[in-house]
């Protein structure tokens, strides 16, 4: 089974409201990363939490980090229609696998 | 600096013709990384480069599928009689990983793979 789980795998909402994408996993991190793909392209980093870090901002994003239910979730303040992309979290194992592990992704569509 | 680049972007094949996918990670980069996504799906992790070697191939689907990575560089994945099921978008993806450094990866735009 994926070692990180997102939810939900689609979320539709208007401009300018928040979204909140969440991710669970399974073992222990050393750190949880998102990234963002436009298109089927490409995946760009956007934020990496460490295991010890609880909340972490950047511009519009927020991302906390529960590591005692093994979740993370990614919140978009005030969307926009250029937000349209899928949302991936992925995983940094502190054991196994030396890569990170990517969810299935969340698909965000930002309707004007 | 230049980031990674693939290429072909796009590559239309019959199936039973091998190819050859090419990825140029970012200079220093010491992982590279391959990756297979089909339409509307996640990140399907193919192989692990850490230098020229690969301590993790677990996820290269059959043996029709390699790949190679020469001067800690460059990389080629080679799928060999192609099928239709191997027609995905194959990612690339570097990174500076060395121990105690988080492993940010630097994706590349991909090679979209058509198999008639």
């Known amino acids: 089974s994926q070692q990180g789980e997102e939810d939900p795998q689609a979320l539709s909402i208007q401009e300018g409201e928040n979204a909140t994408m969440n991710c669970s996993y399974k073992t222990s ?26 909340e972490k901002h950047s511009g519009r994003l927020r991302v906390t980090l529960d590591t005692s239910k093994k ?36 698909r965000l569509t930002i309707n004007p | 600096g230049a980031g990674v680049s693939q290429s072909p972007s796009n590559k239309v094949t019959e199936k039973g013709k091998d190819v050859e996918l090419r990825c140029d990670p970012i200079s220093g980069h010491t992982a590279l990384y391959w990756y ?6 996640g990140l399907e992790f193919l192989i692990y480069f850490q230098g020229n070697s690969a301590p993790d191939k677990s996820g290269l689907p059959s043996d029709r599928f390699s790949a190679e990575r020469t001067g800690g560089s460059v990389s080629t994945l080679t799928i060999q009689r192609t099928q239709q099921e191997d027609s995905a978008v194959y ?26």
């Open chain 1, 29 to 54: 991190i050393n750190n949880l990363q998102w990234y963002r793909q436009n298109s089927g392209r490409g995946l760009v980093h956007l934020i990496l939490i460490r295991s010890n870090e609880r």
């Open chain 2, 36 to 41: 297979r996504q089909s339409l509307g799906q």
């Open chain 1, 71 to 106: 979740s993370s979730s990614l919140l978009i303040t005030a969307s926009r229609a250029a937000d349209t992309a899928s949302y991936f979290c992925a995983t940094d194992l502190i054991q196994g696998a030396q890569k990170l592990v990517f969810g299935q992704g969340t």
């Open chain 2, 91 to 116: 990612l690339c993806a570097s990174s500076f990983r060395l121990a105690g450094w988080a492993d940010t990866q630097y994706f590349g735009p991909g090679t979209r793979l058509t198999v008639l």
